[in-house]
């Protein structure tokens, strides 16, 4: 893992970054639908599809890989992997796991299946030990569909890296689609970059299952 540090004095977002992370401190939401009838059609469980869908795009923009060290400098992850929830029924709880995250999909869903079958019936809330820094959180609401998510974080929160929630997706027409709801911080990411994160996300899951 690689953490290479932003050169604020020359970085064309200075002004906007120190405006949202410490004047107005701003994250916002922005919430979707997606196509994802590739992904159905191919017969792929959705969760560790989708899961392997976002991180690739992920990979594909830094501003979606920032975070603070420990001392508060800018910087971003060279990789992230994916860390998710879990439901346990009978508790009505969850736990959160992660699966480190590689561009192959079918060894992601063999990670994903070895991680589930190890600590899916963990009922601590970190279920799978060791997170490392480079993760991002993704949850899934499957038993409603929505038209918005919001999370109601607190004043000063510093938390840069991208989160993401899905929801139950639904057919419409031939196909189907699902919500996504992106929450970041406005310190790293406008609405231009969630919106090319969105066209990019698109095109990953129209060329499922890919390369």
Known sequence: MEFTYVDLAHWARQEHYHHYLSQVPCTYSMTTRLDITPILQAGQSLY??????ISKTVQMHAEFRMELDADGRLGYYSRL???YTVFHKDTETFSNLWTEYT???AEFCRRYRQDMERYGGVKAMKAKPDTPANTFPVSMVPWESFDGFNLDLQKGYQYLL???TMGKYT???EGYELPL??????AVCDGFHVCRFLSDLRAVIANFPGE
Request: with cysteine.
């Open 81 to 83: 992997h994916p860390c």
């Open 162 to 164: 991208p989160i993401f």
């Open 171 to 173: 057919r419409v027409g």
């Open 103 to 105: 561009e192959d999909y």
């Open 181 to 186: 709801s992106i929450q970041v911080h406005h």
């Open 48 to 53: 560790p599809a989708m899961l392997h869908c």
